[in-house]
């Protein structure tokens, strides 16, 4: 007898729609498994304001809420994962779905590339070419996102400006630039 091959697929998942549109993804491409299950966290990492699961046919419990659990101290949020089984004769009980399942979204969550979320005020920073150089500086320092330039009269930059430093980084550009420099939210 065959043992049951299980894949387990994820992706970004911002809200619940984007999370539900992959779940469909991963049905239409694996349509002959015998199930798909899933769970998302859309929200911060250990949030629960936001989140899915389903066994998809499975015993109650034993797969859903595991992916969901492992998602959920997995340290990562706006994650979707779908676990596809194939069955392969060989019933593994409750305790044995559970490991597979939340074994899978854990192998997942191991390989994944993962960066901390920063959320960003976009403005506008607009300067005298003396003045170009220290900004530049500044911006790095202050892991300011450079979105488009754009040199006329002046240099106009649009950004992105971590919001917890928006206030700080107001002030460096006023002091960069002696105050001639102008910013503004977009």
Same mark, same amino acid.
């Given at each position: /007898?065959?043992?049951? $091959?299980?894949?387990?697929? +994820?992706?970004?998942? &911002?809200? %619940?729609?984007?999370?539900? !549109?992959?779940?469909?993804?991963?049905?239409?491409?694996?349509?002959?498994?015998?199930?798909?299950?899933?769970?998302? #966290? %859309?929200g911060?990492?250990?949030s629960?304001?936001h989140?899915g /699961? !389903?066994?998809? +046919?499975?015993?109650?419990?034993?797969? +859903? $809420? &595991?992916?969901?659990?492992a998602?959920?101290h997995? *340290?990562? *949020?706006?994650?979707?994962a779908?676990?596809? $089984?194939?069955?392969g004769?060989i019933?593994?009980?409750t *305790?044995g779905l559970s490991?597979?399942?939340s074994?899978?979204?854990k192998?997942?969550?191991?390989s @994944? &590339?993962?960066?901390?979320?920063?959320?960003?005020?976009?403005?506008?920073?607009?300067?005298s070419?003396?003045?170009?150089? %220290?900004?530049?500086? @500044? /911006?790095?320092? !202050?892991?300011v996102? #450079?979105?488009? =330039?754009?040199?006329? %009269?002046?240099?106009?930059?649009?950004?992105?400006? &971590?919001?917890?430093? @928006?206030?700080?980084?107001r !002030?460096?550009?006023?002091? #960069?630039s002696r105050?001639? *420099?102008?910013?503004? =939210? #977009?």
């Amino acid at each position: /007898m065959q043992r049951s $091959r299980f894949i387990t697929s +994820g992706a970004h998942a &911002p809200d %619940a729609e984007a999370a539900h !549109s992959f779940i469909q993804r991963v049905r239409d491409e694996f349509p002959d498994a015998t199930h798909n299950c899933w769970a998302f #966290v %859309a929200g911060p990492p250990g949030s629960t304001a936001h989140i899915g /699961m !389903s066994d998809d +046919g499975e015993p109650h419990g034993t797969a +859903g $809420r &595991p992916m969901l659990t492992a998602l959920l101290h997995g *340290g990562v *949020g706006e994650m979707v994962a779908v676990s596809t $089984r194939y069955f392969g004769g060989i019933k593994l009980g409750t *305790g044995g779905l559970s490991r597979a399942y939340s074994g899978g979204v854990k192998l997942l969550l191991e390989s @994944l &590339p993962v960066e901390e979320k920063v959320e960003r005020v976009l403005v506008e920073v607009t300067v005298s070419y003396a003045d170009v150089d %220290a900004l530049q500086r @500044l /911006m790095e320092e !202050s892991e300011v996102t #450079v979105e488009a =330039e754009e040199y006329g %009269a002046d240099v106009r930059y649009s950004c992105g400006v &971590p919001t917890s430093t @928006l206030d700080t980084f107001r !002030s460096a550009v006023a002091d #960069v630039s002696r105050g001639t *420099g102008v910013m503004r =939210e #977009v």
